[in-house]
């Protein structure tokens, strides 16, 4: 929620928008060039493409990426069946095999970037330019990624990937550009309106007959594993703390820093936060939010209510949002945030990430002062944290060699515990860990150590304790779930039937109100209505129905259409004229949207071939056993 709600510091921002740029959508954490050479197929690795391997934990970054950013855009979090039905783990590895292939086939053909293209390339970024529009020059460069926790050799290989990639589109795709037909078909699909009617088979109103015992034994045994106990893991962990205040930062480390920092109003926040659901009521989460504030206001300290209630990953952490300024945080937020005194709690706050405590922990006297500060804790944090990490990764090869964690811990002195059995989509308690952490401990063998991984404020180092398999429930166990389940299925498919049935007949020349009488279900025209509008309160705003309007005579009936769990039969009534003088208007900019878009379409399916033949040649190999492993 963090990593939403805040945005990283310029210099951050800067990389991560040139990472983007370098390694192109989805492709976020791919930084390393593909190795030459023939080495054995698997190894540690998860695939092979032409004799390159694509390693366990790039596959493992990757994809607990993807993971992570369905799980933000569409509100899926800690549900694994959902994931396992996006297939995410094959897209992923998808996508890494296609970069590899792309490389592969540029080099085929005789393609190369040179390393004075490369040194031109990064001379161009803005993050790597001074206010004066200069390059920063190589050692301020490299600082910029170390302080981003990116290797300069691994960035620099993922902008020569890229200049490949550029110069591999241009080769194949520079030659084409759309016909004068296409141009005008595209903008009749975009402007002409049209008016239909229509008839809609609604599961709700299907009738079924009963469920005999045989039909459901039969479903749970084609369906075995929608019923299965998924696997479950116990770990036991050790907590090393980052501590700022324990590392030193020099006086000429500040100033230099304060050079990234923007002179700006700047304070510091914490927060409580108590989620809603989308477009829900709130009223569970006032509540909620109402009793935390009473103690709070009754004496309780704001960081251990935060640890105990916050729904963030900020909790962790006692809900420290660190140095912000304003324009960093969304405005309903900011704004009451930016109205407290040092030390002031907020009342109720509402964004539309839930219901927010706010806390105030820092209001710099002055701009300057607010700079110095946010940079002295920008190093401490940065420093700290790499201090950690280097001693948390000793003790993870430590346990990893056969130490006792426990032993480990005590001598340490380290917080120690182990957790309950927990699910890939659980959140261990008290741990402040993502996704990306189940995706660890799910991947590793028992007595496997796993981390170091860094939540919140604390280092974790975990050791994999006992794995539960995932196990087929007895049918007994989950009749009423399977007849659930199978009459569920069972109505949408009779809907679908009828709606099929209803279309077959009106094709061979039944009249459609005719037929719609017959079989109870009603007749309803629309008015006009564009490519891109919502129909009605019943066809809603309906893609397909979009999209096979314009290539739909008038009188012309569709199959039926999927709107809203209901089998939609329509009948295209009349289509509306275009203006030609608007035609002429958007002509040149219709013709380069096409352009994009083919060339776009002819390079994804060049690729694709290229991923086809090295797969008819044996060339990809992918090891599923591991791939499972990792994706569950």
């Given at each position: 929620?963090?990593?939403?709600?805040?945005q990283?510091?310029?210099?951050?921002?800067?990389?991560?928008?040139?990472?983007?740029?370098?390694?192109?959508?989805?492709?976020?954490?791919?930084?390393v060039?593909?190795?030459?050479?023939?080495?054995s197929?698997?190894?540690?690795?998860?695939a092979?493409?032409?004799?390159?391997?694509?390693?366990?934990?790039?596959?493992?970054r990757?994809?607990?990426?993807?993971?992570?950013?369905?799980?933000q855009?569409?509100?899926?979090?800690?549900?694994?069946?959902?994931?396992r039905?996006?297939?995410?783990?094959?897209?992923?590895?998808?996508?890494?095999?296609?970069v590899?292939?792309?490389?592969?086939?540029?080099?085929?053909?005789?393609?190369?970037?040179?390393?004075?293209?490369?040194?031109?390339?990064?001379?161009?970024?803005?993050?790597?330019?001074?206010a004066?529009g200069?390059?920063?020059?190589?050692?301020?460069?490299?600082?910029?990624?170390?302080?981003?926790r990116l290797?300069?050799?691994?960035?620099?290989?993922?902008?020569?990937?890229?200049?490949?990639?550029?110069?591999?589109?241009?080769?194949?795709?520079?030659?084409?550009?759309p016909?004068?037909?296409?141009?005008r078909?595209?903008f009749?699909?975009?402007?002409r309106?049209?008016?239909?009617r229509?008839v809609?088979f609604d599961?709700?109103?299907v009738k079924?007959?009963?469920?005999?015992?045989?039909?459901?034994?039969?479903?749970?045994?084609?369906?075995?594993?929608?019923?299965?106990?998924?696997?479950?893991?116990?770990?036991?962990?050790?907590?090393?703390?980052?501590?700022?205040?324990a590392?030193?930062?020099?006086?000429?480390?500040?100033?230099s820093?304060?050079?990234?920092?923007?002179?700006?109003?700047?304070?510091?926040a914490?927060h409580?936060?108590f989620?809603?659901?989308?477009e829900?009521?709130?009223?569970?989460?006032?509540?909620?939010?109402?009793?935390?504030?009473?103690?709070?206001r009754?004496?309780?300290?704001?960081?251990e209510?935060a640890?105990q209630?916050?729904?963030?990953?900020?909790?962790?952490?006692?809900?420290?949002?660190?140095?912000?300024?304003?324009?960093?945080?969304?405005?309903?937020?900011?704004?009451?945030?930016f109205?407290?005194?040092?030390?002031?709690?907020?009342?109720?706050?509402?964004?539309?990430f839930?219901?927010?405590?706010?806390?105030?922990?820092?209001?710099?006297s002055?701009?300057?002062e607010?700079?110095?500060?946010a940079?002295e804790?920008?190093l401490?944090?940065?420093?700290?944290e790499?201090q950690?990490?280097?001693?948390?990764?000793?003790?993870?090869?430590?346990?990893?060699?056969?130490?006792e964690l426990?032993?480990?811990?005590n001598?340490?002195?380290l917080?120690?515990g182990?957790?309950?059995?927990?699910?890939?989509?659980?959140?261990?308690?008290?741990l402040?860990?993502?996704?990306?952490?189940?995706?660890?401990?799910?991947a590793?063998s028992?007595?496997?150590?796993?981390?170091p991984?860094?939540?919140?404020?604390?280092?974790?180092v975990?050791q994999?304790?006992?794995?539960?398999?995932?196990?087929?429930r007895?049918?007994?166990?989950?009749?009423?779930?399977?007849?659930?389940?199978?009459?569920?299925?069972?109505?949408?498919?009779?809907a679908?039937s009828?709606?099929?049935?209803?279309?077959?007949?009106?094709?061979?020349?039944?009249?459609?109100?005719?037929?719609?009488?017959?079989?109870?279900?009603?007749?309803?025209?629309?008015?006009?209505?564009?490519?891109?509008?919502?129909?009605?309160?019943?066809?809603?705003f309906?893609?397909?129905l979009?999209?096979?309007?314009?290539?739909?005579?008038v009188?012309?009936?569709?199959p039926?259409v999927?709107?809203?769990?209901?089998?939609v039969?329509?009948?295209?009534?009349?289509?509306?004229?275009?203006e030609?003088?608007?035609?002429?208007?958007?002509?040149?900019q219709?013709?380069?949207?096409?352009?994009?878009?083919?060339?776009?379409?002819?390079y994804?399916?060049?690729?694709?071939?290229?991923?086809?033949?090295l797969?008819?040649?044996?060339?990809?190999?992918?090891?599923?056993?591991?791939?499972e492993?990792i994706?569950?």
């Open positions: 929620m963090i990593h939403w709600f805040r990283k510091k310029k210099s951050l921002n800067w990389v991560l928008w040139v990472v983007i740029i370098v390694l192109g959508a989805g492709m976020l954490l791919l930084f060039d593909p190795p030459q050479g023939n080495t197929v698997f190894g540690n690795s998860l092979s493409v032409a004799g390159n391997q694509i390693g366990v934990e790039e596959f493992r990757h994809y607990g990426q993807m993971v992570q950013d369905y799980e855009r569409f509100n899926i979090s800690n549900n694994p069946e959902i994931l039905q996006l297939r995410l783990g094959d897209q992923a590895l998808n996508q890494l095999i296609g590899y292939a792309t490389v592969y086939e540029a080099k085929r053909l005789g393609l190369d970037a040179t390393d004075q293209e490369v040194t031109e390339r990064i001379r161009e970024f803005p993050a790597f330019r001074n004066e200069s390059f920063v020059g190589f050692d301020e460069y490299r600082r910029i990624l170390v302080a981003s290797d300069p050799a691994e960035f620099e290989a993922g902008v020569r990937r890229q200049i490949l990639q550029e110069k591999l589109v241009s080769l194949i795709t520079d030659g084409i550009e016909t004068p037909q296409q141009i078909a595209e009749d699909s975009k402007n309106q049209s008016r239909v229509y809609a599961k709700d109103n079924m007959k009963e469920v005999t015992q045989a039909e459901l034994e039969q479903f749970f045994q084609d369906n075995s594993d929608s019923f299965k106990l998924p696997e479950e893991r116990k770990i036991s962990y050790l907590k090393i703390p980052v501590d700022l205040q590392v030193e930062v020099g006086e000429a480390e500040i100033e820093r304060i050079e990234d920092i923007p002179a700006q109003e700047r304070i510091r914490s409580i936060i989620r809603v659901p989308p829900g009521d709130d009223s569970d989460a006032r509540r909620r939010a109402r009793s935390v504030l009473q103690q709070i009754n004496g309780a300290d704001f960081a209510m640890k209630y916050s729904e963030d990953d900020s909790a962790v952490m006692g809900g420290d949002l660190g140095y912000f300024t304003r324009g960093q945080m969304d405005p309903d937020f900011e704004t009451p945030a109205a407290l005194q040092e030390g002031e709690v907020s009342g109720l706050v509402k964004s539309p839930g219901i927010h405590l706010i806390k105030v922990t820092s209001v710099p002055d701009l300057e607010g700079r110095r500060l940079a804790w920008e401490r944090q940065e420093r700290a790499d950690v990490r280097e001693r948390a990764q000793a003790l993870r090869d430590e346990i990893a060699a056969g130490a426990e032993e480990v811990a001598r340490e002195g917080d120690q182990t957790t309950d059995f927990f699910k890939l989509g659980d959140t261990p308690a008290g402040g860990t993502r996704s990306d952490f189940n995706q660890q401990v799910f590793a028992t007595g496997a150590a796993v981390g991984y860094l939540a919140g404020d604390t280092f974790l975990a994999v304790e006992d794995v539960k398999a995932a196990q087929l007895k049918f007994e166990e989950v009749r009423d779930q399977v007849e659930e389940q199978y009459r569920e299925q069972k109505i949408v498919d009779l679908e009828e709606a099929w049935a209803f279309y077959r007949a009106v094709q061979a020349g039944a009249p459609l109100e005719e037929k719609a009488k017959e079989y109870g279900v009603p007749v309803t025209e629309t008015g006009f209505f564009g490519p891109g509008d919502t129909v009605d309160d019943t066809l809603k309906s893609p397909l979009h999209e096979r309007l314009p290539l739909m005579k009188g012309q009936v569709s039926p999927p709107v809203s769990q209901k089998q039969v329509f009948q295209l009534l009349e289509k509306s004229e275009v030609e003088a608007a035609f002429e208007n958007q002509k040149q219709i013709a380069e949207q096409l352009r994009i878009q083919q060339r776009n379409a002819f994804q399916a060049y690729v694709q071939n290229v991923m086809d033949r797969r008819q040649q044996e060339l990809i190999e992918i090891n599923r056993e591991v791939l492993a994706t569950g």
